[in-house]
């Protein structure tokens, strides 16, 4: 916490609560890269032989679900090593910087597959559908069974999200790639195979953006979604005995853990521990946050350097 030269009377204390601890994906994390580096394999070889750009492109895709998979179990195992005397908070943080690589390579990976199918309407190649249809559908089996291993954990967790994403949409993918290749079969039309990357790359887009916006969020120490600052705020402010609260500061420490910090102006006096366990155990319960630093001020001295609202 900062220092401070007023001679208020002020507790400083931490009411940390752990009811919703990370659950633990460990083997899910093993069996997604696993599955997918095979998938992988198998698509560039059928890809090669069928010269199917749509089927590559899903290949590169997978490439990079491999990686950002990596890049996820790595966090996730990271933010439960013990906290250190230079990292005071452990790894949780590196949870977020993962989710913002996931979007990242994601993003990448869109690139990619637009420039190659665009220069195949330009310049369209013969696509061999029934090899394409193949490894489509071992892609729709490995990458929509992968998914569903972190499907609970979508919604508490930006890094398991981003792990969910890129399999659910490579699930998707595939069977836009087998439609393709099924469609060039019957018709013969090849412009369809550029036309299924591109579709591809939109799909990815939409399901990338919002891990994006929410990564760099928790990356620059936002509020995290699904917090309400005001109602946190008006929480504190009415508990017993507290005049006005000011230094409000709420951010994510990982994807799944929230910490607060924040003086209380109290006139009485530090009201005793029972108060802050109090005070942590209800902002866990309502709010979802885990770590509460809460600094006790009574007020009867200079003002508080940290009481504007746009000093930090």
Known sequence: ???????????????????????????????????????????????????SVALLADAGHNLSDVFGLLLAWGAATAAKKRPTERFTYGYRSTSILAALANAII??????????????????????????????????IVINGGTALLFMRGRHGDINIRGAYLHLAADAGVSVGVLLAAFAIWQTGWMWVDPLVSLAIAGVIVAGTW???????????????????????????EALPGVACIHDLHIWAMSTTETALTCHLVM????????????????????FGIEHVTLQIERGDAESCALAPDNVV
């Open 210 to 236: 919002g891990l994006l916006r929410d990564s760099v969020n928790m990356a620059l120490q936002a509020v995290p979604p699904g917090i309400d600052p005001v109602a946190v705020r008006r929480h504190l």
């Open 267 to 286: 006139p009485a006096g530090h009201p005793g521990d029972a108060f802050i366990a109090r005070a942590g155990h209800d902002l866990h319960e309502e």
């Open 1 to 51: 916490m900062h220092g401070h030269n007023h001679d208020s009377s002020h507790g400083h204390s931490h009411a940390h609560a752990h009811g919703h601890a990370p659950q633990n994906f460990q083997s899910a994390f093993a069996i997604a890269v696993g599955l997918n580096i095979a998938l992988v394999v198998a698509q560039v070889v059928y890809g090669v032989i069928a010269n």
């Open 106 to 139: 994601l993003l990448i990976a869109v690139g990619a597959i637009a420039l190659e199918a665009g220069r195949r309407f330009f310049y369209p190649e013969p696509v061999a559908a029934g090899g394409v249809m193949i490894a489509s559908a071992i892609g």
